[in-house]
């Protein structure tokens, strides 16, 4: 018998025989993707011959690595991401021999909200990096220094004259590191001419150290439960917080998103690009326990029923993908291309 072989086997079986101990499909990840995933795991487990699916929170990036610690139901079936996995986060699933299919499900963005009871921040998006970002140039404009504005109203007399202080989601999460590529990174260090050349002189051509946050108490880590941000904002009207459209949506009677650049967080702004803090909600499904672990596949197809234009999933304020989208990663599921270094960033 070929030696190789019967390795392989020996590791089916294992699994196999785990599999009797966990007959439902497990996955955690974004706390953006959560509730999206909750709603398709909710309408799969309306089949009787079909046990509901599990879903945690906890992060992108625990989700990202929870899918790649190893094979075996001690493991999660899926990990979920609101922010894409990067070629470090694969090295560590080739390295545990974890083979996954990257499934892009629709779009969400990234609003700054508060009390309707405070005032609306209307601010452009390099003003809000200013705020956020741990170090901002000095008054003459020759050096970073730790982040020195206090108040709003420090950055823009216009702004509210109440001090800084926002309310966001922790290292581990796929919404504060989309944020800061896209609002401290691109949207103030790569375009404002000071922070630029400054980040150039400093050997950062791409402004990554721009992505830094304040620790000051400006920016407070407020954990991955995006439903306790909102609880604090309706608390303190002088603060704000970070999260996804979908809690600004739910939550519409009592908190009001910022204006950023003069485009408000609505859903067709979002779903035209005109609103651009946003971005791509995933899961990567791992190849090992498909088929093994029952339900796997037809949680990808539960997808499929409610990620359209009029979806349940739409509903709850996923922005849907194009239809061309859709038809391409449904294909994906059947298809299960293999995710390579070579489709990914650094």
Same mark, same amino acid.
């Given at each position: ?6 390795? =392989? %086997?020996?590791?089916?079986?294992? =699994? ?29 487990? $309306? ?14 990036s625990v989700g990202k690595k929870g899918v790649c610690d190893g094979t075996g139901t001690q493991f999660v079936d899926i990990g979920n ?6 070629? $470090?986060?694969?090295a560590f699933c080739e390295k545990n021999d974890v083979k996954l299919t990257e499934i892009k499900v629709g779009y969400d963005g990234i #609003? ?19 705020? =956020? ?39 581990? %999460? ?28 400093? /050997? ?7 992505r830094a946050m304040r620790t000051d108490g400006a920016y407070v880590e407020a954990g991955e439960q995006d439903n306790l941000i909102v609880? $604090? ?7 704000? /917080?970070?999260?996804?459209? %979908? ?24 779903? %035209? ?64 291309? #293999? =995710? ?7």
């Amino acid at each position: 018998m070929n030696f190789r072989f019967f390795i =392989l %086997s020996g590791l089916s079986l294992a =699994l196999c025989s785990a599999s009797w101990a966990r007959d439902y499909v497990s996955m955690k990840g974004s706390s953006t993707v959560f509730p999206f995933a909750t709603i398709v795991a909710e309408q799969l487990g $309306k089949n009787p011959s079909i046990k509901t699916p599990v879903v945690e929170a906890g992060g992108s990036s625990v989700g990202k690595k929870g899918v790649c610690d190893g094979t075996g139901t001690q493991f999660v079936d899926i990990g979920n991401a609101s922010s894409r996995m990067k070629k $470090k986060e694969l090295a560590f699933c080739e390295k545990n021999d974890v083979k996954l299919t990257e499934i892009k499900v629709g779009y969400d963005g990234i #609003v700054v909200a508060n009390s309707k009871k405070g005032k609306r921040l209307i601010i452009s998006r390099a003003d809000l990096a200013k705020a =956020l970002t741990a170090e901002v140039p000095n008054e003459a404009g020759i050096a970073f220094v730790p982040n020195y504005y206090e108040k709003w109203s420090d950055i823009k007399p216009l702004l509210p004259d109440v001090p800084i202080k926002v309310y966001g989601p922790p290292t581990t %999460s796929g919404t504060r590191a989309s944020f800061a590529e896209m609002i401290n990174q691109k949207s103030y260090c790569g375009t404002d001419s000071v922070a630029k050349r400054l980040s150039q002189a400093r /050997g950062d051509k791409k402004g990554k150290k721009c992505r830094a946050m304040r620790t000051d108490g400006a920016y407070v880590e407020a954990g991955e439960q995006d439903n306790l941000i909102v609880q $604090k904002l309706k608390e303190d009207p002088t603060a704000y /917080g970070i999260f996804g459209f %979908s809690y600004l949506d739910q939550n519409s009677d009592t908190m009001q998103g910022a204006v950023l650049d003069e485009i408000a967080p609505t859903f067709s702004d979002i779903a %035209s690009g005109k609103y651009k803090a946003s971005r791509a909600l995933y899961f990567y499904v791992k190849h090992s326990h498909i088929g093994v672990v029952p339900g796997i596949k037809d949680y990808m197809e539960e997808w499929t029923r409610h990620w359209g234009d009029d979806g349940a999933l739409a509903d709850a304020g996923m922005i849907p993908m194009s239809k061309d989208e859709r038809a391409k990663f449904k294909k994906a599921m059947t298809d299960l291309p #293999v =995710l390579v270094m070579d489709n990914l960033s650094k």
